[in-house]
């Protein structure tokens, strides 16, 4: 069948899985307040999309109250929070599955009522982001400009990164996905548009690089390299990312997390803009999976605009290893079946995309439902 290339298992790192499609990181604003703290309900709806030996990766969570940029973003840093996940990683255990905790620090996509104190968000320079985001009260308001994060910052969220991989463990993960796409911290310090440090930390491709890699060493160190996912997002733009150094700066760190061995690289595909359903995709857009698996060596999870058929055709192709699937996932709670079987989709509801409860989150129908 077309969709065959899906169904191969798959080892990466230390998870052997069974078929390769991915669950991809899904932002939902719904952990219980107060306290950021995952409950029955996110164990539900993961668990309805765990399938035996395959792969969900969680929404972005915070590692430290200063890394929150949305409201009701789960943590990872607190008993509760960690008491928490062991609900959610019990119950895609359960059905054979593996799920692993992306880990964020948002940098200037905050705002200072988000932040402990009120104080201002941090990131690589005091350069603020384009346009409007959200503040504790889900209004929308123009970004702050945020302060310039010091070294010694620098290095106490390196620590953090590594405690939440440890955190994450602890709750029952099978590892851990670092989160160094989509215009959020770490990806402010690779692009110059963001970063116009003059010390270790900006300026050359090697020293604007250097926090995310000192990011994956500390997470390694602290879970195994073959328990830790990267994700980047090269020439998306998003959230205001601009590089005069384009292919170098790719190049540069994709090499170096090819030789820290890591389980897997995650790429999103920047033809496809997940903020507008109606945008078509842009082919022209480089087709990073290609560019860059031979220089990053391991397992590819490609991103970003994909369909059944598309996506089979991807990972026939050998440039992509597995494919994430974002908003198919979040109407789809079957979707390997669905897929398996060539079976229709749901459509998702943006509207119910972000906060709330149950609606739009663990009501979409399974196919026998839907039947
Ligand atoms: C509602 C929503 C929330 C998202 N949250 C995250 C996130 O927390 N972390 C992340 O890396 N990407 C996030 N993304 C991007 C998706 O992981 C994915 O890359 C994107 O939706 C493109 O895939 P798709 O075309 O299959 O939807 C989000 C996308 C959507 C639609």
Do not use: C
């Not at 988000?114 to 504790?136: D, K, R, T, Y």
């Not at 860059?292 to 590819?300: E, T, V």
């Amino acid at each position: 069948m077309a969709q065959d290339a899906l169904f191969n298992p798959l080892q990466l790192g230390a998870m052997a899985l069974k078929h390769r499609v991915v669950m991809a990181p899904l932002t939902r604003m719904r952990a219980k307040q107060p306290g950021d703290v995952p409950y029955e309900l996110n164990a539900e709806y993961y668990g309805q999309r765990a399938s035996e030996g395959g792969l969900l990766i969680t929404e972005a969570t915070d590692i430290n109250p200063f890394t929150k940029g949305y409201r009701s973003v789960p943590g990872v840093y607190t008993p509760a929070q960690i008491a928490g996940w062991k609900k959610v990683t019990a119950a895609v255990h359960a059905k054979g599955g593996f799920i692993v905790n992306q880990i964020w620090h948002v940098g200037r996509v905050s705002h200072s009522s988000l932040q402990p104190g009120g104080v201002l968000p941090v990131a690589p320079s005091a350069i603020p982001a384009p346009g409007e985001g959200f503040n504790a009260d889900g209004i929308a308001v123009p970004y702050e400009t945020p302060r310039e994060l010091t070294v010694d910052e620098i290095a106490a969220i390196k620590a953090d990164f590594g405690q939440a991989a440890r955190n994450a463990r602890e709750a029952g993960f099978d590892g851990v996905e670092i989160h160094g796409a989509n215009g959020y911290l770490l990806d402010q310090f690779l692009h110059d548009g963001s970063n116009q440090r003059t010390d270790e930390y900006g300026g050359s491709v090697e020293n604007r690089a250097r926090f995310l890699l000192e990011v994956v060493d500390a997470v390694v160190a602290g879970i195994g390299g073959d328990k830790v996912g990267v994700r980047l997002s090269p020439w998306s733009g998003i959230l205001g990312m601009q590089d005069s150094t384009g292919l170098t700066l790719w190049e540069h760190v994709i090499a170096e997390l090819g030789k820290r061995k890591i389980a897997y690289l995650h790429l999103i595909e920047p033809r496809a803009d997940f903020t507008n359903d109606e945008r078509p995709l842009d082919m022209d857009a480089p087709d990073v999976a290609a560019l860059f698996k031979k220089a990053f060596g391991g397992p590819i999870i490609s991103a970003g605009g994909f369909l059944p058929d598309t996506a089979a055709a991807a990972v026939a192709s050998g440039k992509s290893d597995a494919i994430a699937f974002g908003r198919p996932f979040i109407a789809n709670p079957d979707l390997p079946e669905r897929i398996r079987n060539g079976a229709p989709l749901n459509k998702h509801n943006r509207a119910t995309f972000y906060g709330g409860a149950a609606e739009g989150y663990t009501d979409y129908p399974f196919l026998a439902a839907a039947e």
